[in-house]
């Protein structure tokens, strides 16, 4: 089952207001249903104001009227909205979840790994940056590379059903280029992908590149003559790739891995306990499935600090919820 998150109000109100359309009832069959005055509800409805947290029947007569009876479901709700009423601060939640982190304070101090890889990306058009499943790379990759890589553009791209359509959004971003001819260039003509301006004030990172295909000849002809016009190729891989430079990316080590825990935390004004720290260590899986389990703790504690309560009760390691 996915989260349900409100942003306001105002989200709150668009959220219930759709299933009760669904169920083909008005605002005054709920009232009347509930025995609630008919404005009450319409403030819900509308966005206006929320339940009360404390009132759990009202909610729950609301979504049982609107065909939300799976009690799972109905407890999510709950949640979303005690969530919701703790106001902004608690809603934005520091960690990333499953997607690449975007901010330096999430790598977990891998400033040397960075300045190393700029200064193999100032010698060479082609570097691969390689390492295990769940060291970090992509996360790397996107939040650290624009900063060593001053005055040029990075753009990330990942190998999926329709590799040539993908590097074309990104040609399309990165260099101003009409869509069509963006496709054009990519998928019948690559090799004059050469010629186009402004390649060399671009950084072309192409993440899980072990995905490639050999048989997707077209894309790796684009991915070459993107080189060769002067763009920067950056290649996220499990292992090295023939023909470039190559930065690997080790393990965390455990002060680093303390670091990425705690530094998000801090940073949105609150602490992670020393036992979940000491727990997420010893226990430690992949930096992504690490970032969703404590996105989740998030959303999920009862007051200030994470702690191992907090993350038994969001599921702990187990992403089923």
């Known amino acids: ?128 940056v390689t390492g295990a499943p769940g060291v970090g790379k992509s996360s790397l990759l996107e939040a650290g590379l624009p900063a060593v890589t001053p005055g040029r553009e990075v753009v990330v791209t990942r190998l999926g059903a329709n590799p040539c359509r993908a590097l074309s959004d990104v040609l399309v971003r990165a260099l101003g280029l009409p869509a069509d001819v963006a496709d054009q260039l990519v998928h019948t003509a690559p090799a004059a992908l050469v010629a186009t301006p402004g390649l060399d004030r671009i950084v072309v990172v192409i993440d899980e590149y072990e995905r490639l295909d050999e048989t997707a000849t077209t894309f790796s002809a684009a991915v070459e003559a993107l080189a060769e016009g002067g ?14 430079s190559t930065v690997a990316v080790p393990a965390m080590t455990e002060s680093q891995l303390r670091e990425s825990i705690e530094r998000p935390a801090t940073s949105a004004g609150r602490g992670v306990d020393g036992d979940l720290v000491d727990l997420l260590v010893r226990e430690h899986r992949t930096l992504e499935l690490q970032s969703v389990v404590l996105r989740r703790t998030w959303q999920r504690r009862r007051r200030g600090n994470l702690t191992v309560a907090d993350f038994a009760a969001a599921g702990g390691w187990d992403q089923k919820c």
């Open 231 to 244: 763009a920067t190729l950056v290649l996220g891989s499990r292992s090295p790739v023939p023909g470039t």
């Open 1 to 128: 089952m996915n989260e349900i998150n409100f942003e306001s109000k105002a989200h709150f109100g668009e959220a219930l207001t759709v299933l009760r359309e669904s169920a083909g009832l008005s605002v005054r069959d709920v009232a009347r249903a509930l025995r609630v005055p008919p404005a009450t509800t319409g403030d819900y409805f509308s966005g206006r104001s929320l339940p009360p947290v404390r009132s759990v029947s009202l909610l729950n007569g609301i979504l049982r009227l609107c065909g939300v009876t799976d009690a799972a479901l109905v407890q999510e709700w709950h949640r979303a909205l005690t969530q919701l009423r703790r106001g902004p601060h608690h809603t934005a939640a520091p960690y990333p979840g499953a997607a690449p982190v975007r901010e330096l304070r999430g790598l977990g101090g891998r400033d040397e790994v960075l300045a190393h890889l700029g200064e193999v990306i100032g010698t060479g058009r082609r570097i691969a």
